[in-house]
């Protein structure tokens, strides 16, 4: 059974994660990426989070390159989160 607090990370984490993709596409003009889900594990440490890219033929050229910024979007999303994320 899925607990609330899960459920209320997993939302905050796309929210985040959608305005951080947003940000970084105005930048490429003419992709869109939407966060369509995330789940968190248990014990918050991996977060799988599902990507929609448009148009379709640039799929794998933003794959490379959100792959290549790996680091500095769970820099940027860890910011955003550090004070809603509390223990």
């Known amino acids: 059974?899925?607990?609330t607090r899960k459920n209320k990370i997993d939302r905050l984490v796309q929210k985040e994660l959608s305005d951080i993709f947003q940000k970084f596409t105005k930048t490429l003009g003419g992709v869109l990426i939407s966060v369509t889900s995330v789940s968190v594990s248990a014990d918050l440490s991996i977060a799988r989070v599902r990507l929609s890219i448009f148009p379709a033929?640039?799929?794998d050229e933003m794959l490379q390159t959100i792959?290549?910024?790996a680091k500095s979007l769970r820099y940027d999303l860890s910011q955003r989160t550090k004070n809603q994320l509390r223990q």
């Open 1 to 3: 059974m899925e607990s």
């Open 57 to 59: 033929d640039k799929k």
């Open 67 to 69: 792959k290549k910024s």
